[in-house]
């Protein structure tokens, strides 16, 4: 999974018209991390990095200790990396 990848989908999905989704395969394993993580209700885990997704993630940086700017729903390497050893993914830049 490509950090980068994840970076353009949850700038570009949430302000596109409804469903529309880019890198749909990384978004969706993300999502369901989040939804494990119970942070998404799974309604949502639908490969569109919307805006659920976003507060979702922002929810989870927080957990991670983050805040301001650095909890702002977008992924960044480590805490992608650290969602991703629990949850069996491996991310790369």
Same mark, same amino acid.
Do not use: C
């Given at each position: ?5 994840? #970076?353009?989908?949850? +700038? ?8 529309? &989704?880019?890198?749909?395969? %990384? *978004?969706?394993? #993300? %999502?369901?991390?989040? #939804?494990? %993580? ?5 309604? !949502?885990?639908?490969?569109? !990095?919307?805006?659920?997704? #976003? ?7 927080? +957990? !991670? ?15 992608? &990396?650290?969602?991703?050893? *629990?949850?069996?993914? &491996? *991310?790369?830049?």
């Amino acid at each position: 999974m490509s950090v980068a990848h994840l #970076v353009m989908a949850a +700038r570009t999905d949430p302000p596109a018209a409804q469903g529309h &989704t880019t890198y749909r395969a %990384e *978004v969706l394993l #993300v %999502e369901r991390a989040l #939804v494990a %993580e119970g942070l998404l209700n799974s309604s !949502y885990a639908d490969g569109s !990095y919307g805006t659920k997704a #976003v507060t979702a993630y922002a929810a989870l940086q927080r +957990r !991670y200790g983050y805040s301001g700017r650095d909890a702002d729903g977008i992924p960044g390497i480590t805490s992608l &990396t650290r969602l991703g050893k *629990v949850h069996g993914f &491996t *991310v790369t830049p």
